[in-house]
């Protein structure tokens, strides 16, 4: 059974940087898919950013150029950089881990961009 424990959450201010990590044990697998969902209030669960283990990558239009998805050699952290924080990016923050057909959440980070 894949665990996925994230870190890095907080309060920032508009402008600011912070970096989540998610670290996954029990995998068995090579090949995987890793990323980063967010939940605003009122709105839908939506993909934020997320890397294969061949580094190809695939981010929300709305956080290119501001944010950064990366993985560890092992292939069992991700990463994601985020920089020039807005109030709209404030939501709950997810890991995702893709092993074939299973997929699998963390618990959620908050963040939280204040004016």
């Known amino acids: 059974q894949v665990q996925l424990v994230e870190s890095g959450g907080g309060l920032v201010q508009v402008g600011g940087s912070l970096r989540l990590s998610c670290a996954a044990s029990?995998?068995?697998?090579?090949?995987?898919?890793m990323g980063w969902y967010r939940q605003a209030p009122g709105k839908q669960r939506e993909l934020v950013a997320a890397m294969n283990t061949d580094s190809d990558t695939n981010y929300a239009d709305s956080v290119k150029g501001r944010f950064t998805i990366s993985r560890d050699s092992p292939k069992t952290t991700v990463y994601l950089q985020m920089n020039s924080l807005k109030p709209e990016d404030t939501a709950v923050y997810y890991c995702n881990y893709v092993l074939g057909v299973h997929s699998f959440w963390g618990k959620g980070t908050q963040v939280t961009v204040s004016p």
């Open positions: 029990g995998i068995t697998s090579r090949y995987s898919i």
